[in-house]
């Protein structure tokens, strides 16, 4: 058996290990490990996920915590290094562009272990981004690279990684989502909250671009008022965020208007429930344009750039300044969109990286 270290740290990294720790485990030849480095610690952030997706409680856990950014990165690799030297797995599997990404890989490596990255090749460009820096080092010293789109392996290709190792997989969050549409469709947070299908908009935020600054975060708030005046508006509020809303008595503007619908951070089939049968979305997060798209419901990005440009080509998804979304919104509500079909965004992604593998360790 070939030990995997599959690394977990953040919300969004779950499902995208999910899939690969339920195909690793049932291969016959792998031996997933699970190790959560604690950058995500809140029960409705992390727990609520871990039992959703049907995955164990981790089998090593560091309880890192919050902190700055380097504290994590720091933290990290000293107490992944130190399980490395202990376990000295055959792979250390690192998903998306989460600190514990770049600092998994980055301790493996020192170590000459193999690292692979799933989600390999996405590029913002905007090195302000600290994902984007989690991006490029990650891809820079892994030896395996998994890429959702044909847009990703080109730009792996422009950075020189290329080789029988570089490939096309395609999206592994759809795996999960393909897997769990069965209890989403069945959820009932849309009928508990009387939310009639296509009748709100679903908003989440939380990039330190949007609201860590109080000029900034007063404009998204104006935005979601705006918007509260067509349709009601659904908040999900990460715990970054609540705190800044609350520093800055924004959170009283948004508590006082009775179309917006402010909530604690939901779990996956919660969260997905309201996404699908949402009029559209708006949002900061990276994942949620993927999932968007595949579910047609229209996207309004609250960012300069993404690393998911293939949604924004199908059209399901639009960048949009915080002074443009009243511009926008009408053309967002009555337009119709389609779910995106893209190749290999099939719910089959673990499979050909369980294929891969066996390939890759010559079994
Ligand atoms: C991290 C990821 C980001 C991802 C996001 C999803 C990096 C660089 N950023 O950002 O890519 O989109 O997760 O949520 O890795 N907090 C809690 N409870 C928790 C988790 C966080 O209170 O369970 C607080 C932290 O203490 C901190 C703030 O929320 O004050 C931000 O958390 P942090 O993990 O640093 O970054 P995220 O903004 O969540």
Redesign the pocket.
Known sequence: MKIIHLITA???NMMKIAPLWHAFNQSGFLKPVLVHTG????AN??DIFLQQLGLPVPDVQFNVG?GS?NFQHAKVIEKYDALCEEQSPDLTLVVG???ATASCALAAKKRLLPVAHMEAGLRSFDRTM??EI?RLVTDSIADIHWAPSPIEMELLARENIRGPHVRMVGNIMIDALVKMLPAIEADATCQSMSLAKGSFAVATM?RPVNVDDETQLGKIVDALLWMAKELKVVFPV???TR?KLQATKLLDKLEKNSNIHLLEPLGYVQFINLVMNARCVVTD??GIQEETSYLGVPCLTLRESTERPVTVSLGTNQLVKLDDVQKVLPGVLSAQTKPANIPLWDGKTAGRVCEHLKEFFGL
């Open positions: 953040a919300r969004p950058q995500h610690y809140d952030m992390s919050g950014h562009d989460v600190n600290p994902e989690n939380h990460h715990p970054r705190q997060s990276g």
